[in-house]
């Protein structure tokens, strides 16, 4: 026997109900289970990226489990329903491919001798969803082309996707080079920020400005790139959690205690490690 969507919607109800439900699923709220969501699709991405395929079967169930969740209190409160979050989304993906779905149906099909260019399918996909943004500012607030850039992204991820968005209007550096000048202008304002602070002259906020300035345009210089910036950042961590853990293991084997050892001590280890990885002699 294989349990169905109905299966897991009733689950659901049963956790919800208030006499007999699970005292932890009936005491959340929407805004509760919001950071169980986001670590949900985390971990998502992260059997992906380690391709553990019978690991993400487990967490593309957890992540589902959110949205049924969702849909769940949003049918407690008569706002919307599981089956409602699945007919919006149907019409909203029929809409926004009229290239599949040339007569707005599901059913209908194009011509694969007729089909559409990329670069219209692309311009397409743009004007529907800024109408659909149009159509979802509120009335009283002058739309913006920024408009559905959500504010909980991550930081980076948000500004790459601000400098997109106001790239396709044509609010975008000509090319490259600009974007590495305008990299050295602000460390030198981050560094003026950062003097003026320790000398009293200026304050933290200040630093902070500028650093944000600072990881602003390095987020330009990886679009430039094409360069995921979030996944250079990845390994970037990932390589220095590595050679940090050699760094504890060259020590340990040499009966050395970390805590006790200079700077200049580290960094030499940290340099030997870094030549083994590069097929030198190493430590």
């Not at 709220?29 to 991405?45: C, D, K, L, N, R």
């Not at 209190?73 to 089956?83: A, Q, T």
């Amino acid at each position: 026997m294989s349990y169905s969507i109905d299966d897991l919607k009733t689950l659901m109800a049963r956790l919800r109900e208030p006499e007999t439900g699970c005292p932890w699923d009936t005491r959340q709220t929407y805004g509760s289970i919001v950071p169980h969501t986001i670590e949900e699709a985390y971990e998502v991405a992260d059997a992906i990226e380690r391709a553990d395929y019978p690991h993400l079967k487990d967490e593309l169930g957890d992540l589902l489990f959110q949205v049924i969740f969702y849909a769940q209190m949003g049918r407690e409160d008569g706002h919307f329903d599981f089956d409602a979050v699945v007919d919006n989304l149907v019409r909203k993906l029929i809409r926004r491919h009229p290239h599949v779905f040339p007569d707005g149906t599901l059913d209908s099909r194009i011509d694969p001798n007729n089909r559409p260019t990329e670069a219209w399918i692309k311009e397409s996909w743009e004007r529907i969803k800024a109408e659909e943004r149009a159509q979802a500012a509120p009335s009283d607030t002058p739309a913006s082309r920024l408009d559905g850039v959500a504010r909980t992204l991550p930081p980076m991820a948000r500004a790459e996707k601000l400098q997109k968005r106001a790239a396709r209007h044509g609010f975008d550096w000509p090319d490259i080079e600009p974007v590495f000048d305008k990299l050295h202008e602000e460390i030198d304002e981050l560094k003026e920020a950062w003097h003026a602070a320790q000398s009293g002259t200026g304050d933290h906020d200040a630093v902070e400005d500028e650093l944000g300035d600072l990881l602003f345009v390095c987020v330009n210089l990886a679009r430039f790139m094409k360069v995921n910036p979030e996944q250079a950042l990845k390994r970037t961590n990932h390589k220095f959690e590595a050679r940090f853990r050699a760094i504890e293991q060259v020590l340990r084997r040499d009966g050395r205690d970390m805590d006790e050892e200079s700077l200049e001590a580290l960094d030499a280890v940290w340099q030997s490690v870094k030549g083994v990885e590069k097929g030198g002699s190493g430590a």
